[in-house]
């Protein structure tokens, strides 16, 4: 480590003693600006972006951030609670009865938290499901405080 060096950190540490001390006996200590020290704006520019009020176009570039990222989706058919011993028991062609009934809205959840409700559709050969009901996120957070 250079002399310089080592004198500016002793310089470090002799200023951050000194207020130490000051804060313990209850005086201020006023640090002498450097040229290297930046105005507390600059500084707080640099470190934090500024909020953008609702409405001014800044929340578009934040929301970009977040389309691609991928999640799970799930549609639910119904649930059951079966012992080990039954599930050793299954073979091709059981049947397993559902909590839910036939004719019973489908849920759709995102990530394991119920968005939507819908029926079961078949779209060239393939099973799909038409949204009936979008759960508000006033719902989701009711569900939520409910778990």
Do not use: Y
């Not at 009865?97 to 849920?107: H, R, S, T």
């Amino acid at each position: 480590m250079s002399a310089e060096n080592q004198d500016a950190m002793a310089d470090e540490w002799a200023a951050a003693l000194e207020q130490q001390a000051a804060a313990e006996s209850g005086t201020a200590v006023v640090d002498e600006p450097t040229e290297s020290a930046l105005p507390a704006q600059q500084v707080q520019a640099t470190l934090f972006k500024p909020f953008a009020a609702p409405g001014q176009g800044g929340g578009n570039n934040d929301i970009e951030m977040i389309l691609d990222i991928p999640v799970q989706l799930t549609v639910e058919l119904g649930r059951t609670r079966i012992p080990i011993k039954h599930i050793l028991q299954l073979a091709q062609g059981s049947v397993i009865e559902l909590d839910a009934l036939a004719g019973e809205p489908m849920d759709v959840l995102v990530n394991g938290c119920l968005i939507a409700q819908g029926e079961v559709v078949v779209v060239n050969d393939k099973f799909g499901i038409r949204l009936t009901d979008i759960v508000t996120p006033s719902e989701r957070m009711k569900r939520l405080n409910r778990h």
